[in-house]
């Protein structure tokens, strides 16, 4: 360890989330498994993330700080961090020591390539029996693709979202976030969290394999849509901004060409929006009176609305429609995030701490426990930089043995 | 109970999910708390969904099947249903009943709303002091904007997502799918089972507060775009289905007029790529040999791929590109999701037994848990179908308690 590293460990903020006392161990790489992982720790769990001795790829994933990528400082935040070669024996052996301890194992390689390290399941549950391990693919662990490389690309593609996604004159669009990946990485830690909660609950105390594929974590995002198609023979095609469930929905550009985005997801919000436009009437008559008619006359009402808009600057409609209880917003870029008040009051945005450029701001840890909330600690560490606190103190190596496993490569 | 649903309630599939024997009670409404609940009952915990006798607006949400939304068919799901009028003080009465008993409260009032109903989590924490309650709400409990009336659509707005999301040369485009109470389901089991966990290794056995905004949930998917502006002062625009942090991604048009999605997310899938083009030498001119050179070359890469592609249909191209490990997909429609063979395999969409029209096809429970998989017990019930149930044979009320029940319209 460092003495910077040393140093963050001694100032780090207090751990006093729920999940103190469990430990996990982290083998996955870019993205979900380590997402999943990273709030089992923003909560308190103990984890060890274990990276080949090269260091993990997302500490080379683009955006560098001081040389190493937002995307590891994000995703290793409040993990501690070790450097294991599993393909030399010493390394696999520290791993089977790591695991002989765990409460969870996440790893995310092809099917069978686990295995391929003399790791497992069965073994690994063979000497750990209550071992949770959770799986993360593209595609699952049986089936004609689960052999296939996959990315959350592939998700987002083939799950009916990029088909949907963009406007009704234009090509079908991915999103620009990892949307699939993130999915994942929220329904990963539930399912960690519920299979925990059988073993303790079950006398035999026994944890189990969690098989998770990206694309059925995104696909949980398409519920209605399903029978919908089954019963009604729905195919949803690209609407721009606008709702296949209801009516209106939209962006509108303002006089100062601010856009405003308005959703009337809830019928009794349609009144309100047309007496703020200051067209009660609207709402009685036929044609803007119902959902059905809405739909059929939504170009007209549209242009309705957007003359109105385009009347008026866009804080000034916002203002409005918030006053009338319409939903409506404006269009944020990150660096509007940045500047918000309420986000700055709820504290969305928060620095931790970094050993070599003293802090680094990321999304604070969500949602918020009364009692034992979660916190950010620190962000993604130096590579190896609890190697020595793992290897010697914990499991008990000689500073000799240690020195010599580095020089081998296996840690 | 009409008749169908007891004979539903006979022929039920059996429960052998990992969280049997919790006990939730869901008031939520559209759509992330119902999500969250709804995975709790995936899962085997026994979630009894309070409505207003009116029913619940997700019953009327569109796309009606004999009447009933495809939203609450698959909302509903695996819940039992009950109707209690909270205004009423014997409604009021057999909701502390219930809550008395519940691990879990989900509720997604404004905040001060639940207080107003006299139903203040400090006076059901005394109640029941291991009782965890998520609060959903659109911007969280206080803050400046907590007062105003909230849809995901602000989320999705605010959040960044919404100004990445399109052409470059096109509006910021909405999702079509409601992604913040999408991810809000997610993160909100998952919060609660943390809160759970920490209640069961906690001597004192106390529950706590769980305050979730939607706008918070989604932002956790922003994680690297945080300190990407913060350090470097990166602010994303519309790229189409570009990425910002590799080169290539893209879609393409086949021959055939069909779509294919690459992703290059790996830095060694770029020379696998180039070689299935015929093209190997790519990759060892300056142009392309490294990330930064492909951003900057990009448009000339694309028309050197978008040709290539275009010589080809899209499930030749598809195949060629699987075989060398390079991650392509097809651009699906909900219809096509359906018909893969893959997602066939794997059990994908199920469908779940409907006591008025036989069964409704939705999507599996996912992810798979070896020994204790959750199930599609049921899809969403009718209205009040679980009231005689939970009032007379759980809550002890008699038969006649529970017609003039019914009659003065508390339940």
Redesign the interface.
Known sequence: MTQKAQQLVNTEISNN???Q??FVVDMST?MAGP?SAM?LAD?GATVVKVEEPKGD?SRK???P?NGT???W???GRNKETVTLNLKHHRGHELMLKLIERADVLIENMRPGKLEALDLSPEALQKLNPGLVILRVT???Q?????D???????A????????????PD??????????AD??AG??????I??????R??NPAH?G??????L???L??????????????G???K????R????AP???YTAKDGG?V???C??EQ?VPRLFETMGRPELYKTEKYST?QARFKNIDELDGLIQDWIGQHDRDDIIARL?KS??????????????A????K??E??KSAPADD?GS?????V???????PGALRWSGRALGADNHKWFVDELGLSEAEFAELKKAGAI
């Not at 690209?238 to 901004?241: A, D, E, H, L, P």
């Not at 209880?325 to 940045?338: H, K, L, N, R, T």
């Open positions: 989330g729920p999940l006392g469990l870019m997402f709030m909560f790829p994933s683009g955006w700080v990528s937002v995307w400082r994000v995703f593209g595609w699952g049986d089936g004609p693709y689960s296939r490389a996959s990315f959350g690309t592939q987002e593609a083939m799950s009916s979202f990029v088909y949907m996604n963009g406007q234009g090509p079908p669009t991915l999103p620009a976030i990892t949307l993130n999915a929220y329904l990963g830690a539930f399912a969290m519920a299979a925990l909660w059988h303790e609950k026994k189990q394999v969690i098989d998770m594929s694309f059925e974590a696909f949980g995002f398409f519920g209605p849509f399903v029978p919908a198609y089954e019963k009604l729905v195919v949803i690209r609407k721009g901004s709702s296949a469930a209801f929905k939209n962006i856009f985005a308005i959703s997801a809830a919000v959902v918030t209880g319409v939903p409506a917003a404006p269009i944020y870029s990150i660096e509007d995030v940045f918000d008040p309420h986000f009051a709820r969305l945005i450029i680094i701001a990321m999304a604070n969500a949602p918020r426990l009364s009692d034992t």
